[in-house]
């Protein structure tokens, strides 16, 4: 995520900060400067804060290291104003594994609630009357500071257990339906009961508080993209990439020059380009680059074509480079054949159109 800071990394994995976490701690202070809060307050509530933070740290590296003895990497923790994101390089397939990565967060928060439990001991703490705790917990105590802490993590452990996927509960709901259901149907009925929930969260945010129409966006659209996902990878299995790439396509040579490119775009629909010498591909020419350097006709194909690009085998499957596809939106994939011979090309825009046609043969 752009315009993250580094804190520092844990077995391998990068933590991050997010900018607008700053504001998160602006809003601290702000409502405790207008409700009359002084200096003391303010620091209070915003050490109050960051340690909140740092039980999210530890809540999403359950998450990440749960994942890891999965054999599944972290990319990176990053910390936004609405909680954590681990970004796992891919979500366990296998229904048992993701139940134990998903609920390896909210396992964190109860053992540091249970830890804290007997610290403050909570059973004493509320053993006085309601308004006798009420009016104490006013004071800037360290063992008010645990209660409070206490108090968070149980929330965290209740709310990331609404089963609101891709939330924590949502994925253990997944896995559980997938048990039964298949990987399929468990992620429709999940991501359904997900967007149900998120569409609570945003008329309850409206109301009362604005972090939960943020949560409530993140899960509507969450829901949506893992389930289009799932969905496709379903369609995908079985097929190969020669089923369908693109073979009916011009392709250039290095010395071609950027008038013939231009024509080509012009009085054709095809937009990007390999360039290739005897059936090995050299680079790739893409529209944008194309009409970039278009003030300039003296330009020859090889000035502008981009040299760095993956190569994608024939006979792979169409389900494992959906991901590769998807991650480099807008590139353009020479197809090889087992001889490395040049037989085709490959996009998002080819593959969304197989699983178009896929759904409509498969249901
Ligand atoms: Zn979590």
């Known amino acids: ?111 540091i609630a249970l830890i804290l439990y007997f610290i403050i001991p909570v059973q004493q703490f509320l053993a006085n009357n309601l308004t006798n705790i009420l009016e104490n917990l006013n004071a800037l105590t360290l063992a008010n500071f645990l209660f409070y802490l206490f108090t968070i993590n149980v929330i965290l452990v209740i709310f990331n257990l609404i089963p609101a996927f891709p939330m924590d509960g949502g994925r253990v709901l997944r896995a559980l339906l997938a048990m039964k259901l298949g990987r399929v149907k468990a992620t429709q009925i999940a991501a359904s009961i997900g967007q149900s929930i998120a569409i609570v969260f945003l008329l309850l945010g409206m109301l009362y508080n604005p972090f939960l129409i943020l949560i409530a966006l993140f899960v509507f659209v969450g829901a949506y993209g893992e389930n289009k996902m799932v969905q496709s990878l379903e369609l995908l299995k079985g097929h190969t ?51 970039k350097a278009s003030n300039n006709p003296n330009l020859l194909v090889s000035d502008i074509m981009k040299t760095s690009f993956k190569e994608i085998l024939f006979n792979d499957k169409l389900r494992n480079v959906l991901s590769l596809v998807e991650l480099h939106k807008g590139h353009f994939f020479p197809v090889m054949d087992t001889n490395k011979k040049l037989v085709g090309a490959i996009d998002m825009t080819n593959i969304n159109e197989f699983i178009l046609f896929q759904s409509k043969l498969d249901y």
């Open 241 to 291: 990439v020669s089923e369908a790439m693109l073979t009916n396509i011009t392709l250039l040579k290095p010395n071609d020059t950027l008038e013939r490119v231009k024509d080509l775009i012009l009085s054709g629909t095809e937009k990007d380009f390999i360039v290739e010498q005897g059936g090995t591909p050299l680079g790739i020419l893409m529209k944008t680059d194309v009409i």
């Open 1 to 111: 995520m752009k315009g993250s800071l580094n804190l520092g990394k844990v077995s391998g994995i990068k933590i991050k900060v997010h900018w607008t976490f700053l504001f998160i701690l602006i809003w601290v202070a702000f409502v405790e400067i207008n409700s009359g809060g002084n200096l003391q307050a303010v620091l209070f509530n915003i050490a109050l804060i960051l340690v909140v933070f740092l039980c999210v740290v530890f809540h999403e590296l359950g998450h990440a290291l749960t994942a890891q003895h999965f054999g599944i990497k972290t990319k990176q923790i990053t910390l936004l104003p609405i909680g954590g994101i681990a970004s796992l390089e891919k979500i366990p397939e296998e229904p048992k594994q993701e139940l134990l990565v998903a609920i390896a967060g909210p396992l964190v928060n109860i053992a």
